[in-house]
């Protein structure tokens, strides 16, 4: 049996036309039966670094008893000159997540895949997340999978920063993990105190969305270790993006 987490997670590749730029990573989010995509913003588009990719493409599996058989689906970023990605903004500026809707119906028939809910989101109210919890960051760093049976991989992370406090008020708390390039948009996950139906197949907990590795602007580069820290945005935001 596949474990469900592995999944609710795609490898992302973003195009030019035909022209291939990056590597990245996304999850499913499901709401009201319609069904997203979700990865950081960064990944569709970043002026700074002049990345302004056109399409985006992942991979499928299309036949549950044969992990190793899949497809891959183009999702175009732009219909008639407008963008069809959701992006965030809150009073410290804008949240790097992006969410896209994907039709259903431009999906492989047999396509294999789980999504994660407004269930999964943590409620501070009744999830006690303490810090140094042990997450797991799921995607495909530097492009990496299991090239067989196109799988992702996992790395497993600590809470560094207190879940529920905005840090240096921005809206991302940090881990603490080894991360690379392409692992950007993959979920931050915990897994599920107790069983709940409503979580359904994914018993987890969907803390937040993987961004990018930080470190100390004052480290001395030729003394100093980086610091192994990422920012994760806070995973409530979905319900902003998925709503309407």
Same mark, same amino acid.
């Given at each position: 049996m596949i474990e469900p987490l592995l999944l609710a997670v795609a490898r992302v590749s973003t195009f030019r036309q035909q022209q291939p730029l990056t590597n990245a990573s996304g999850f499913f989010f499901e709401r009201d039966e319609r069904l997203f995509l979700v990865t950081s913003r960064h990944v569709v588009s970043d002026a700074p670094a002049q990345h302004f990719p056109e399409?985006?493409?992942?991979?499928?599996?299309?036949? #549950?008893?044969?992990?190793?058989?899949?497809?891959?689906?183009?999702?175009?970023?732009?219909?008639?000159?407008?963008?069809?990605?959701?992006?965030?903004?809150?009073?410290?500026?804008?949240?790097d997540v992006a969410v896209i809707e994907i039709e259903r119906s431009a999906l492989p028939a047999t396509a294999v895949f789980h999504a994660f809910s407004p269930a999964h989101l943590c409620d501070l109210a009744i999830d006690r997340v303490e810090v140094g919890s042990s997450l797991l960051i799921v995607g495909f760093p530097l492009g990496f999978k299991d090239t067989?049976?196109?799988?992702?991989?996992?790395?497993?992370?600590?809470? #560094?920063? #207190?879940?529920?406090?905005?840090?240096?008020?921005?809206?991302?708390?940090?881990?603490?993990?080894?991360?690379?390039r392409g692992t950007s948009g993959a979920p931050v996950v915990l897994r599920a105190a107790t069983t709940a139906p409503a979580l359904g197949k994914l018993q987890l907990k969907l803390l937040g969305v993987h961004s990018a590795r930080v470190d100390a602007g004052s480290r001395d580069r030729e003394m100093d270790e980086a610091l192994g820290l990422n920012t994760a945005w806070y995973a409530d935001i979905l319900l902003t993006l998925t709503e309407g």
């Open positions: 399409r985006l493409e992942i991979e499928l599996h299309i036949d #549950a008893a044969d992990m190793a058989k899949s497809a891959a689906v183009s999702i175009p970023l732009f219909r008639e000159g407008a963008s069809l990605w959701r992006q965030g903004v809150d009073a410290a500026g804008e949240i067989l049976h196109h799988m992702p991989v996992v790395r497993r992370a600590a809470l #560094a920063s #207190a879940f529920g406090l905005r840090f240096n008020g921005e809206g991302y708390f940090l881990t603490d993990a080894r991360t690379h």
